[in-house]
Nanobody
Framework: QVQLIESGGGLVQAGGSLRLSCASSGLTFSAYAMGWFRQAPGKEREFVAAISRSGTNTYYGDSVKARFSCSRDNAKNTVYLQMNSLKPEDTAVYYC?????????????????WGQGTQVTVSS
């Protein structure tokens, strides 16, 4: 059984930072690219970041470029999202997910395992 468990969310003031973690189990973690998505109330699920199997390549949504950084530690079966210079519009539930091999990094339809999400709230 594949499980993805996000942690590290919480309440932070604008301009602050948070580091999200996603711990995985039940799969060969290093064999899969991973992604981060977020969803705010009343909005569609939005691509945030993704990282290739080895961690060599990363991809970011336009709204978070230069502020967020995705990394992974395959020895720990964990992917991270470092979020800096947070803005109120970053408020959302953040999800990690496992990409289908060869899928589109930017499309939630190409990810087939999802965590339950962790809430990030940025106050102004």
């Amino acid at each position: 059984q594949v499980q993805l468990i996000e942690s590290g969310g919480g309440l932070v003031q604008a301009g602050g930072s948070l580091r999200l973690s996603c711990a995985s189990s039940g799969l060969t973690f290093s064999a899969y690219a991973m992604g981060w998505f977020r969803q705010a109330p009343g909005k569609e699920r939005e691509f945030v970041a993704a990282i290739s199997r080895s961690g060599t390549n990363t991809y970011y949504g336009d709204s978070v470029k230069a502020r967020f950084s995705c990394s992974r530690d395959n020895a720990k079966n964990t992917v991270y999202l470092q979020m800096n210079s947070l803005k109120p519009e970053d408020t959302a539930v953040y999800y990690c997910a496992v990409r289908r091999t060869g899928g589109n990094y930017y499309s939630p339809a190409d990810y087939f395992y999802w965590g339950q999400g962790t809430q990030v709230t940025v106050s102004s």
